[in-house]
């Protein structure tokens, strides 16, 4: 079965440090979405994108972060200058359609020294 | 209020039987509902759709009932491997999953 694949699967970093995650969604998907889950609490939506730019984004999506499909394949979640609260896991997804369910990644643990 | 709301449980239920656990959501305009599953320090895996005239998949039965704004998900025959955090998940539009914080359900052998 195809699937979100993600790496690196920890990444540290020191506070301040910029990070890219890196993501391959599912080949046939037009739909790409990151969404990162601090430990113990939910999974919260960071952004959706599509046709090369941004549908929806939330609050967290603020000016530290943003996100690029460089080529056909990777689809990528720069954080700029990393806080200690960037700590989490950070899950991509994709789906085929936007009515469709959404498939995730194993996930990224970031953690911020 | 919260957009999706979830008996945090933990649910604790010997092998073989039956539980049941409800998520309520906010928004009325929610068009699509789903269940994931997620085990610990793991991503979140599809379990099922949830389709207004409710939906079974063997074991798990789903149901939607838009008046009241809940959804709820049952298991029968409960197996170990069923030991997990249920996430029951609300889009408003077609870009974005909200999630609630999960049900805890352990399977006791």
């Known amino acids: 079965e195809p699937e979100v694949t993600q790496t690196p699967s920890h990444q540290v970093t020191q506070m301040g440090q910029e990070v890219i995650l890196r993501c391959v969604p599912i080949?046939?998907?037009?739909?790409f979405y990151w969404y990162r889950q601090i430990l113990g609490q939910k999974v919260e939506f960071l952004v959706s994108?599509?046709?090369?730019?941004?549908?929806?984004k939330s609050e967290i999506f603020d000016d530290q972060f943003s996100v690029e499909r460089p080529d056909g394949s990777n689809f990528t979640l720069k954080i700029r200058s990393t806080k200690l609260e960037d700590s989490a896991m950070y899950f991509c997804?994709?789906?085929?359609?936007?009515?469709?369910?959404?498939?995730f990644g194993d996930g990224t643990r970031l953690s911020i020294l | 209020r919260k957009e999706v709301e979830q008996d945090p449980g933990p649910f604790n239920v010997p092998e073989g039987a039956t539980v049941a656990f409800n998520c309520t959501y906010s928004?009325?305009?929610?068009?699509?509902f789903f269940w994931y599953r997620q085990d610990c320090r793991k991503e979140p895996k599809l379990l099922m759709s949830?389709?207004?005239s409710g939906n079974e998949d063997g074991r798990f039965t789903a149901q939607l009932n838009r008046a009241s704004q809940y959804i709820s998900l049952l298991i029968r025959d409960s197996k170990l491997s069923d030991s997990a955090t249920y996430l029951c998940?609300?889009?408003?539009?077609?870009?974005?999953?909200?999630f609630g914080a999960g049900t805890t359900v352990t399977v006791r052998a």
């Open positions: 997804a994709s789906s085929d359609r936007s009515d469709q369910p959404q498939h």
């Open positions: 928004n009325s305009a929610s068009q699509s």
């Open positions: 998940v609300v889009t408003t539009n077609d870009y974005k999953l909200s």
């Open positions: 080949s046939n998907h037009l739909y």
């Open positions: 994108f599509y046709n090369n730019e941004i549908s929806e």
């Open positions: 949830v389709y207004s």
